[in-house]
């Protein structure tokens, strides 16, 4: 099965500045990652997502990169904020396959300070 | 639009009641819903898919006859814990899509479970 490694699994930086996740995936057939963000004790919320076809997209401060090759992707985050506090995290599965559900990576802390 | 509703969003109970966690998606249609437990600090795991129709598929190590799985309708799904015991304590969250196969899942606000 899939196996989605992220990394680090905290990161601090000031506000301002900018964050960048990392992670590595094993299954060669996965051609869909997502980002959730999670705040303690609720919903995970998608931020941004990409598919195999595509090898970078963004969203105003928040951009994923995928390398296909590698088999690595990665979240950046520019001009962080107080309110980008929160955990982090990369998911794989394979879209449109009948098991679809997400593997997903085991998170990154990412504080934020003021 | 996507939204899912999961009820109760949190159970305390005894050690060797069952608990049934409802998940419904309440302006779509799912035919597939996914079900996922968290631990404190942890990440997600899945613990199985369920379609609408047809038995849920479950994953490695998840005990289909503990964790019941029924998905009688487009828009309803349900998990129920039998016999829960301390260690079955966790955050349970379910997902759907909207989609035959299209990605993003939208997931629920979770159920957080305390045996005792």
């Known amino acids: ?33 997502p980002w959730y963000k999670q705040e303690l004790g609720k919903r995970p919320q998608l931020i941004i997502d990409i598919r195999s076809n595509v090898g970078e997209k963004k969203d105003q401060r928040i951009a994923v990169t995928l390398n296909k090759t590698a088999k690595h992707f990665s979240l950046h985050i520019t001009e962080t904020q107080p309110e980008d506090s929160a955990v982090y995290f ?22 934020i300070q003021p | 639009g996507a939204v899912v509703s999961q009820h109760p969003s949190w159970v305390i109970c005894k050690s060797g009641t069952s608990v049934k966690i409802e998940c419904r998606s309440l302006d779509f249609q799912a035919t597939t819903m996914f079900w996922y437990r968290q631990f404190p600090k942890q990440s997600l795991m899945l613990m199985a898919t369920s379609n609408e129709g047809s038995k849920a598929t479950y994953e490695q190590g998840v005990e289909k006859d503990k964790f019941l799985i029924n998905h009688a309708s487009l828009t309803l799904s349900t998990l129920t814990v039998t016999s829960a015991h301390p260690e079955d304590s966790s955050f349970y969250i379910c997902s759907a899509r909207d989609g035959a196969g299209i990605q993003p899942q939208h997931f629920g606000d979770g159920t957080r479970l305390s045996i005792l």
């Open chain 1, 90 to 111: 990369c998911a794989a599965s394979i879209e449109g396959g009948g098991a679809d559900g997400l593997t997903f990576g085991k998170g990154t802390h990412l504080i």
């Open chain 1, 1 to 33: 099965g899939e196996n989605v490694e992220q990394h680090p699994s905290t990161l601090s930086v000031q506000e301002g500045d900018s964050a960048v996740i990392k992670c590595t995936y094993s299954d060669s057939a996965s051609n869909y990652f």
